[in-house]
C-alpha cells in the first residue's frame, strides 16, 4: 500500500526542490498531507480500484488477434516436435524467445527423464493357404518425417499367434469371451479403443489374460477430410512422470532406480502392444473365425465384426523399442505480483506432439504465446497484478505428464503453501463447442468469464450463451482423469485446477494428421476459436492475479460433492452408511457460507479504504488451502502418488464414479475380499472421503478445534 | 496498522464536537495530519516498537511468583488423575477454570480414544522345595489410591514358566545368551529398563524370541528419601495416538477400526508385561542358577547379578487388563493475535498422570498455568501479541501422546499453514540444571532468551551462564524421540518445537513417589527452578509471538546437519556417496545466509516505518515453512505415520544415529538383504534425506525453479 503514498511526495518534493517561501512550504505541506490521506482513503485512485482493474481486463480481452494466433501456430508446428528430439529443440527455443522478447522473466527448468522411442515394428498375417500378408504399419501417414506409430514403453518382443477380438478390452469383455468359451491365453488380442480404460489399462488387463501381445484400433468414426489412414500413438506407462524417480524430480545428477527395480517394472506392461490403423484393423477383423461376436461388440466402429477368433490366420507380430533417458525442458514466463509475489496463479500447456501437434498440444501453445503478448501489453500500459503469474510450457506431457509432474514434484512444498491454482489448456481448438473441466470452486468463475468473451461461432453472442444453448445444464466437467498437465497440480498437489478447450474427440488425434493444415482447412479457420480459448483463459488467469478477494466458490463444491453422493448412494447396499458424508459434506457448505459472508465485509471495508491485507490474505491463504484438504497423506490405494481423493483416476477396471476414486476401488475392482471384508473395505473409504471434506471445511474456516 | 491512526482520530473529533470556529478546525486538521504520519512513520508510537515489546517482556519476567507456582502444583497433584478416571477430569476442570477466570479464550477438545487399565495382576515363585513367594507387587508403594503398577495395553494373559535375566533385553544381548546356550523360548524374560530401547521394544524382542512374558524393572540408583521401593509403570504401545484411530482423529461417532484389525494388532505385544520393583527383580535375580552372567552385566543398577537362569525356580505369572474407550479432553487457552491471527505459536503441556504427578507432568502445568497469568497481566496492560497463542493442556500423553496426537491428526492442514512452533515441557522440574532439546533453527533464541533468566540455583547469574559452566559445548538435545507431546508436532507435522526441563533422569518416575512432598523435599524446595522454566518458556513463546521477523536460524540448521552427516560418515563403507547429503545441506546454508540478509533489509525498511506488512509475511511464511520440507509424504519405512526424515525414532533395534531415522534403518536394523540390496538401501536412504534438505531449502528460498 506505499507506493500511492511515496509516489505523489516525490513528485511534490521535486518540484519544491530550489528554496520556497515558507508561506509555500506550509501550503505544500498541507497539500501534501491531504493528497497523501485522499490517496489512502479513496479508492478511485488506488490501482486495486475495479474500473482501473477492468480497463485492464477490457484491454486484454480487445488485445486479441486472430492473425497472431495463426502465426504462431504455423510457426510452432512445422515440424513434428516429439519429446527428446531435436526438432522439439527447436520449439524450445521459440517458446523461450517469444517470452524473453516480450521482456517477461523467463527461464527453463531442465529434467532427464527415461523417454521411449520405436527402433523397429513389424507385423504380417499368414494365411491357412500358406499366403503371406505383410501390413504396412506407417503407409498410411504420408510423412515420413513424422515418429512411426507406437506405443511408449511397450516391451521389446515378437510373438506369432493367433489373434482374438476382444472389442474395448474390458473385463466384461473377457467375460463374455468366456461364456463363448474363449481364452486369449497364448493368443494376440485385438481391442478397439473407447470404453473406460486407458491404452495401458487394455494392455494390462490382456497380460493378466495370458495373451502375448495386444493390437490397438481407434474407433473409425467418419474423418473430415479422409485421414482414415491416421494411426493413434501414445504412452502404456502407467501412472506419471519419469518412471525412474517416482516422487522425485529427474534433476540431472539425482537418484534413479534402476530398471530392475520393481517400483519400476510395475509401470510397463509386460506384453507387447502396437497401434493399428482401423484399415489393418479390419483386415484382420475380416479374417477372423471362431464364435461370433456379440450384438454389441458388432458394430465395431464402422466395421461389422463377425466372429472373434481366435485365428485362423497366424499373425507374426515384432517390436522393438529403446528407452532412453533425454533432457527435458519446461519453459516459464514469470510476471511478478506486486503485492503478493508469493502467491502463484500458473497457466500451462505442453509444448511437445506426437506428430505436427496443431491440435494437441500447439492450438493451446499459440494460445499461451498470446496471453504473454498481451499481458507484456498490459505491463506497458502499467499494469501490476497483485499475484504472481507463472506461464508454464511442459515437455514430454505425451509420454506420461512428465515435465509437468517432475516440476511440480520439485516445487511440492512451495506449490502447496503459495499455488492458487492451475489453469490448463491443452489440445485448445479441436472443433466447434466450448468445454470446460474444473475443480467446483472455480465454476462461477467460469461462469461469468465467459459471459465476457465473444462466441468464436456468431456474431452477437458470448461464449455462455452458446454454451448454455448447447447443454440444457450446463456442465463442467471434473478433473479425474490423467489425461494431461493438471493431473500433478490437482491430483498430487491439490491445486484448484481448470482445463479448458473448444472442440472434442477431434478426429487427426495423435495421427500425423494433427498438422496446421488440419486447423486451417477443419480445425478453426478463422482462429476465432482459438481467440476465445485465450480470451477465457487469460481473463480467468488475470481474476485470479487481480482480485482482492479470490473467486473461489465453496457453496458450488459442496453442491457437487452432494450429487456425487447421490451418484454414489445408488451403487452401494443398506448395510453402508452415508452419514458421514452427508454431514461433512454439510460442513464444507457451512463453512463456504461463513467465508463468503466474510469476503462481504472485507470487501466493504476495503471499500472504506481500511487498510485490511493481512485481513484479506487470511481469508485468501483459506481459500486456496481448502483444495488441499481433500489430499490424503497415504493416497489412494496401490497408486499412493495420487493424493486427491475426491477426483482422481480409477485402476484398470470399469468404474461407474468418476470422481472418489478410492471408494469406486473398494466397490468396483475385482477383490478376492469376502463380502462382509468388502463392505468395511466400502465404508472405509466413505470415511476417508469424509474425512478429507471434514478437512477442507476447517482449512476454509481456518480454525484449529 | 489502522489503529495508531484511528485511536488519535477518534479523540480529537470527539473533542472537536461543539462547532469550532474555522482556523480551529483547519489548525486541528493540520495537526490530525502531521499526527497521523507521525504515528504511522515514527516507530517509538508504534506497538511493534522494540522498546515497548521490551517493556512486556520485562513485565513477564517481572511477575513471575514462586508462591502462585507452589500453590497450582498443590491444587493439580492433590489426587492422582490418571487419563480416564474421574480424578482425571477435576484436573481438567481446575485448569480450565483457571484460564477462564484469568478471561482468556478457553476451550475444550474432546477425542473418545482406547485406554487400558489393569484389573488383576499376581507374581508368585514356586521353589523346587516346594516352597511358594507371592510378591506384592504394591506394597512398596504405600498409597492405596494410585493405579497398581503396569504396563498399559499388554494383553491380558498367564504364564507359569522358568526365568531368564536378558540384562537390557536388546538382541545382542539374545546373542550374548545364545553364546552361552540359553534360549528364552518359553521362559519368562527379566529385564532391567535403560539401554536405547524403549519399554514396548524390549516386550517386542522378547515376543520374537519366544519368550511368555517380560517383567521390566528400573535401575536401583539411590534414590533421594529412600523411595526405593517405586514401580515404573508405562505404555508398550508401539505408535502414538488412539491406536483405534490410526492417523485420524478420534472424534466421538467417528470411524474406529476394529480390535482385530491389523493395524490394531500390530500396535499391541502379543506377550504380558509387567512392571516390577527393584527390590522383586532383586528376589527373582538371587535365585537364579544357569551360566554366569556376562561382566558387564553383572552391576545390574545395584545387585551383583551372578547368573542368567534359567530356573530353577517356576514364576506363575498373570495379568488381566482391560481396553476401554473413554474420553480425553484438551484444554486450550487461546490469546489471538491482533496483526496475524492465523499464525500460531503454540505452548503444550501434558495434564494427566500415572499417578500424581507432581514433576511429570504438572511441575510443567503448574509453569502453563503461571504463564497463562502473566500472559493475562500483559493483556491487561495493553498488551497485544502479534501472532495468535495457544496454550494447550494435553490429555493421556502417558499412553502414547494420545490427546496431542488426535488433536494434531484433526488439526494438520491448519497446522501445516499456520504454526510457527510447538514449545513443549513436560516434566519442567526433575532436579538441577537446564537442559534443552530443538530444532536446530531455535537454538540462538532459547540462548538469547536464557541470557534473560535468572538462574534458579545462584544468585548473581542467568540461565546461560550456569548452562555453559556446566556442558563445555553447550548442547541442545534433537527431538528424535517419541516421548512427550512435541513428537506429532514435530514428527507427523513438521512443526519448529522446543523441549526444556530442569534436571533429568529423576529416581521416582512413573512411580507412586512422584508427588508434591517429592517437589518441595528435593526437586524444587523453593520453586525457583519451576519460575526458571516458566520464564524461559513463556519468553520464547513471546519473541516469536511478537518479533516481526521470526528468530528462526537457518544457518544454525545447515551446521547441525553438517555434524550429522560426519557422524553418520563413521558408519558408512566407501561404496555410499554422501555427496548428495553435502550439497543439500551447503544448498541450505545458502538459503539461510540469503534469509537472514533479506531479514536485514527489511529490519531496516522496518525501522524507516515503511509499510512491509506483506513482505514480512511472506519471509516468516518461509522461515515456517522450511521446516516442512523435512517432511516426506512417504514417511519412515514400516511406520509412516513418522513423516520428518531428519528427527524420528529408530525401531526396535539399537541404533547408533538419534537422527536420520531412516537412514538408521537401512544401516543398523537387521535385514535379510544382501549387502549390495543393505548398500542400495542405505544409498537410497540417504537420497531420501538429501530431498528432504533440498525440500527445507526451497522452502526457504521460496523460489520456484
Given at each position: 500500500?506505499?507506493?500511492?503514498?511515496?509516489?505523489?511526495?516525490?513528485?511534490?518534493?521535486?518540484?519544491?526542490?530550489?528554496?520556497?517561501?515558507?508561506?509555500?512550504?506550509?501550503?505544500?505541506?498541507?497539500?501534501?498531507?491531504?493528497?497523501?490521506?485522499?490517496?489512502?482513503?479513496?479508492?478511485?485512485?488506488?490501482?486495486?480500484?475495479?474500473?482501473?482493474?477492468?480497463?485492464?481486463?477490457?484491454?486484454?480481452?480487445?488485445?486479441?488477434?486472430?492473425?497472431?494466433?495463426?502465426?504462431?501456430?504455423?510457426?510452432?508446428?512445422?515440424?513434428?516436435?516429439?519429446?527428446?528430439?531435436?526438432?522439439?529443440?527447436?520449439?524450445?527455443?521459440?517458446?523461450?524467445?517469444?517470452?524473453?522478447?516480450?521482456?517477461?522473466?523467463?527461464?527453463?527448468?531442465?529434467?532427464?527423464?527415461?523417454?521411449?522411442?520405436?527402433?523397429?515394428?513389424?507385423?504380417?498375417?499368414?494365411?491357412?493357404?500358406?499366403?503371406?500378408?505383410?501390413?504396412?504399419?506407417?503407409?498410411?501417414?504420408?510423412?515420413?518425417?513424422?515418429?512411426?506409430?507406437?506405443?511408449?514403453?511397450?516391451?521389446?518382443?515378437?510373438?506369432?499367434?493367433?489373434?482374438?477380438?476382444?472389442?474395448?478390452?474390458?473385463?466384461?469383455?473377457?467375460?463374455?469371451?468366456?461364456?463363448?468359451?474363449?481364452?486369449?491365453?497364448?493368443?494376440?488380442?485385438?481391442?478397439?479403443?473407447?470404453?473406460?480404460?486407458?491404452?495401458?489399462?487394455?494392455?494390462?488387463?490382456?497380460?493378466?489374460?495370458?495373451?502375448?501381445?495386444?493390437?490397438?484400433?481407434?474407433?473409425?468414426?467418419?474423418?473430415?477430410?479422409?485421414?482414415?489412414?491416421?494411426?493413434?500413438?501414445?504412452?502404456?506407462?502407467?501412472?506419471?512422470?519419469?518412471?525412474?524417480?517416482?516422487?522425485?524430480?529427474?534433476?540431472?545428477?539425482?537418484?534413479?532406480?534402476?530398471?530392475?527395480?520393481?517400483?519400476?517394472?510395475?509401470?510397463?506392461?509386460?506384453?507387447?502392444?502396437?497401434?493399428?490403423?482401423?484399415?489393418?484393423?479390419?483386415?484382420?477383423?475380416?479374417?477372423?473365425?471362431?464364435?461370433?461376436?456379440?450384438?454389441?461388440?458388432?458394430?465395431?466402429?464402422?466395421?461389422?465384426?463377425?466372429?472373434?477368433?481366435?485365428?485362423?490366420?497366424?499373425?507374426?507380430?515384432?517390436?522393438?523399442?529403446?528407452?532412453?533417458?533425454?533432457?527435458?525442458?519446461?519453459?516459464?514466463?514469470?510476471?511478478?505480483?506486486?503485492?503478493?509475489?508469493?502467491r502463484?496463479?500458473?497457466?500451462?500447456?505442453?509444448?511437445?506432439?506426437?506428430?505436427?501437434?496443431?491440435?494437441?498440444?500447439?492450438?493451446?501453445?499459440?494460445?499461451?504465446?498470446?496471453?504473454?503478448?498481451?499481458?507484456?501489453?498490459?505491463?506497458?500500459?502499467?499494469?501490476?497484478?497483485?499475484?504472481?503469474?507463472?506461464?508454464?510450457?511442459?515437455?514430454?506431457?505425451?509420454?506420461?505428464?512428465?515435465?509437468?509432474?517432475?516440476?511440480?514434484?520439485?516445487?511440492?512444498?512451495?506449490?502447496?503453501?503459495?499455488?492458487v491454482a492451475?489453469?490448463?489448456?491443452?489440445?485448445?481448438?479441436?472443433?466447434?463447442?466450448?468445454?470446460?473441466?474444473?475443480t467446483p470452486q472455480l465454476d462461477n468463475l467460469?461462469?461469468e468469464?465467459?459471459?465476457?468473451?465473444?462466441?468464436?461461432?456468431?456474431?452477437?453472442?458470448?461464449?455462455?450463451?452458446?454454451?448454455?444453448?448447447?447443454?440444457?445444464?450446463?456442465?463442467?466437467?471434473?478433473?479425474?482423469?490423467?489425461?494431461?498437465?493438471?493431473?500433478?497440480?490437482?491430483?498430487?498437489?491439490g491445486?484448484p485446477?481448470?482445463?479448458?478447450?473448444?472442440?472434442?474427440?477431434?478426429?487427426?488425434?495423435?495421427?500425423?494428421?494433427?498438422?496446421?493444415?488440419?486447423?486451417?482447412?477443419?480445425?478453426?479457420?478463422?482462429?476465432?476459436?482459438?481467440?476465445?480459448?485465450?480470451?477465457?483463459?487469460?481473463?480467468?488467469?488475470?481474476?485470479l492475479?487481480?482480485d482482492s478477494i479470490l473467486s473461489f466458490d465453496y457453496l458450488s463444491y459442496a453442491e457437487q460433492l452432494k450429487r456425487?453422493k447421490?451418484?454414489?448412494?445408488?451403487?452401494?447396499?443398506?448395510?453402508?452408511?452415508?452419514?458421514p458424508l452427508s454431514d461433512a459434506i454439510q460442513g464444507l457448505a457451512l463453512a463456504a457460507k461463513e467465508a463468503e459472508n466474510e469476503a462481504k465485509i472485507l470487501r466493504q471495508q476495503e471499500a472504506r479504504?481500511d487498510?485490511i491485507a493481512l485481513k484479506l490474505r487470511a481469508l485468501n491463504d483459506r481459500l486456496m488451502l481448502a483444495e488441499r484438504g481433500f489430499l490424503?497423506?497415504?493416497?489412494?490405494?496401490?497408486?499412493?502418488?495420487?493424493?486427491?481423493?475426491i477426483?482422481?483416476?480409477?485402476?484398470?477396471?470399469?468404474?461407474?464414479?468418476?470422481?472418489?476414486?478410492?471408494?469406486?476401488?473398494?466397490?468396483?475392482?475385482?477383490?478376492?475380499?469376502?463380502?462382509?471384508?468388502?463392505?468395511?473395505?466400502?465404508?472405509?473409504?466413505?470415511?476417508?472421503v469424509a474425512r478429507a471434506i471434514d478437512r477442507a471445511a476447517m482449512a476454509l474456516r481456518g480454525q484449529f478445534t
Amino acid at each position: 500500500m506505499s507506493p500511492p503514498l511515496t509516489k505523489p511526495t516525490a513528485s511534490l518534493l521535486t518540484a519544491a526542490s530550489k528554496p520556497p517561501p515558507p508561506l509555500c512550504t506550509f501550503l505544500f505541506l498541507i497539500i501534501f498531507c491531504i493528497v497523501g490521506f485522499y490517496t489512502l482513503y479513496h479508492p478511485n485512485l488506488n490501482p486495486r480500484n475495479p474500473q482501473i482493474a477492468m480497463r485492464y481486463r477490457n484491454l486484454f480481452l480487445s488485445s486479441s488477434s486472430n492473425s497472431t494466433l495463426s502465426s504462431y501456430l504455423r510457426n510452432l508446428t512445422r515440424h513434428p516436435h516429439l519429446a527428446g528430439t531435436k526438432a522439439s529443440l527447436d520449439t524450445t527455443n521459440y517458446v523461450y524467445s517469444h517470452f524473453h522478447n516480450l521482456y517477461l522473466e523467463t527461464h527453463k527448468a531442465e529434467y532427464k527423464a527415461l523417454l521411449s522411442y520405436p527402433v523397429h515394428a513389424s507385423l504380417s498375417a499368414h494365411f491357412s493357404n500358406g499366403t503371406t500378408f505383410s501390413f504396412s504399419l506407417t503407409e498410411s501417414e504420408t510423412s515420413g518425417k513424422v515418429v512411426p506409430p507406437y506405443h511408449a514403453y511397450s516391451p521389446s518382443a515378437a510373438a506369432y499367434a493367433k489373434v482374438v477380438f476382444v472389442n474395448y478390452g474390458r473385463e466384461k469383455d473377457y467375460r463374455a469371451l468366456g461364456v463363448m468359451g474363449i481364452s486369449v491365453r497364448g493368443c494376440i488380442v485385438l481391442a478397439r479403443k473407447g470404453g473406460e480404460l486407458s491404452r495401458g489399462g487394455v494392455v494390462r488387463i490382456a497380460e493378466s489374460k495370458g495373451a502375448l501381445a495386444v493390437l490397438l484400433y481407434a474407433r473409425g468414426e467418419r474423418m473430415r477430410g479422409g485421414e482414415e489412414g491416421g494411426v493413434e500413438r501414445g504412452t502404456v506407462m502407467r501412472g506419471v512422470g519419469d518412471p525412474l524417480s517416482p516422487g522425485w524430480a529427474a534433476k540431472e545428477g539425482g537418484e534413479r532406480l534402476g530398471m530392475k527395480d520393481n517400483e519400476v517394472l510395475n509401470k510397463f506392461p509386460k506384453i507387447p502392444s502396437l497401434p493399428l490403423s482401423f484399415q489393418n484393423a479390419g483386415v484382420i477383423l475380416r479374417s477372423l473365425t471362431g464364435p461370433k461376436a456379440p450384438l454389441e461388440w458388432r458394430n465395431s466402429g464402422g466395421y461389422s465384426v463377425g466372429r472373434v477368433g481366435p485365428g485362423p490366420i497366424m499373425v507374426n507380430f515384432t517390436y522393438r523399442g529403446e528407452e532412453k533417458e533425454v533432457i527435458l525442458y519446461n519453459v516459464f514466463a514469470v510476471i511478478r505480483g506486486f503485492e503478493e509475489p508469493d502467491r502463484y496463479v500458473i497457466l500451462g500447456n505442453h509444448r511437445d506432439a506426437w506428430t505436427y501437434g496443431a491440435v494437441d498440444p500447439n492450438s493451446g501453445t499459440a494460445a499461451l504465446l498470446d496471453i504473454a503478448r498481451r499481458y507484456a501489453l498490459l505491463l506497458q500500459m502499467g499494469w501490476k497484478p497483485r499475484r504472481t503469474m507463472i506461464l508454464c510450457s511442459w515437455d514430454a506431457e505425451e509420454f506420461g505428464m512428465v515435465g509437468s509432474t517432475e516440476w511440480v514434484e520439485q516445487n511440492l512444498v512451495n506449490l502447496g503453501a503459495k499455488a492458487v491454482a492451475y489453469l490448463n489448456v491443452d489440445c485448445a481448438v479441436q472443433g466447434p463447442g466450448f468445454f470446460a473441466g474444473a475443480t467446483p470452486q472455480l465454476d462461477n468463475l467460469i461462469y461469468e468469464v465467459t459471459k465476457k468473451v465473444k462466441d468464436p461461432d456468431s456474431h452477437v453472442s458470448v461464449i455462455y450463451d452458446n454454451w448454455a444453448a448447447r447443454d440444457q445444464v450446463i456442465s463442467i466437467q471434473r478433473l479425474s482423469g490423467v489425461d494431461s498437465d493438471f493431473a500433478p497440480f490437482l491430483q498430487h498437489a491439490g491445486v484448484p485446477s481448470m482445463d479448458i478447450y473448444y472442440g472434442r474427440d477431434f478426429p487427426v488425434y495423435h495421427t500425423a494428421f494433427d498438422s496446421y493444415e488440419w486447423i486451417t482447412r477443419y480445425g478453426d479457420p478463422l482462429f476465432h476459436r482459438h481467440m476465445a480459448v485465450a480470451g477465457v483463459w487469460g481473463l480467468v488467469a488475470l481474476h485470479l492475479a487481480d482480485d482482492s478477494i479470490l473467486s473461489f466458490d465453496y457453496l458450488s463444491y459442496a453442491e457437487q460433492l452432494k450429487r456425487h453422493k447421490a451418484v454414489l448412494s445408488k451403487f452401494l447396499n443398506q448395510s453402508i452408511s452415508l452419514n458421514p458424508l452427508s454431514d461433512a459434506i454439510q460442513g464444507l457448505a457451512l463453512a463456504a457460507k461463513e467465508a463468503e459472508n466474510e469476503a462481504k465485509i472485507l470487501r466493504q471495508q476495503e471499500a472504506r479504504g481500511d487498510f485490511i491485507a493481512l485481513k484479506l490474505r487470511a481469508l485468501n491463504d483459506r481459500l486456496m488451502l481448502a483444495e488441499r484438504g481433500f489430499l490424503d497423506v497415504d493416497g489412494l490405494q496401490g497408486r499412493h502418488w495420487f493424493k486427491h481423493l475426491i477426483y482422481g483416476p480409477h485402476g484398470d477396471y470399469e468404474s461407474k464414479l468418476d470422481f472418489f476414486p478410492g471408494i469406486g476401488d473398494a466397490i468396483f475392482r475385482s477383490t478376492s475380499k469376502s463380502r462382509e471384508n468388502q463392505q468395511t473395505a466400502i465404508q472405509h473409504e466413505i470415511w476417508r472421503v469424509a474425512r478429507a471434506i471434514d478437512r477442507a471445511a476447517m482449512a476454509l474456516r481456518g480454525q484449529f478445534t
